[in-house]
Nanobody, 119 residues
Framework: QVQLVESGGGSVQAGGSLRVSCAASEITLALSCSAWVRQAPGKERERVATIDRYGQASYADSVKGRFTISQDSAKNTLYLQMNNLKPEDTAMYYC?????????????WGQGTQVTVSS
């Protein structure tokens, strides 16, 4: 059974940093397209960072220059380093992956970890 388990969320003041992690089982993240997606109450889901099967990363304009997506193949874990956090970054952050070749539509999802940024 595929599992994606996020951790590392929490509360931080504006300007601070957090790193969230996503441990995967029964899939190999290095062979998948993986992403971090966030959703704030009353707002649409937003894909903030993606890393493809070739290790190429891409970011939403709202987080570019502040967030970094990475993965540790040995640990089969995905990370999102978030720096210079802003109150508008407050959301539930979900790890997601797509194991289907040529696809990054994200067919597996974690349960999410809450990130709260106070001003």
């Amino acid at each position: 059974q595929v599992q994606l388990v996020e951790s590392g969320g929490g509360s931080v003041q504006a300007g601070g940093s957090l790193r969230v992690s996503c441990a995967a089982s029964e899939i190999t993240l290095a062979l998948s397209c993986s992403a971090w997606v966030r959703q704030a109450p009353g707002k649409e889901r937003e894909r903030v960072a993606t890393i493809d099967r070739y290790g190429q990363a891409s970011y939403a304009d709202s987080v570019k220059g502040r967030f970094t997506i990475s993965q540790d193949s040995a640990k089969n874990t995905l990370y999102l380093q978030m720096n210079n956090l802003k109150p508008e970054d407050t959301a539930m952050y979900y790890c997601a992956a797509d194991t289907r070749i040529y696809s990054c539509d994200l067919n597996y999802w974690g349960q999410g970890t809450q990130v709260t940024v106070s001003s």
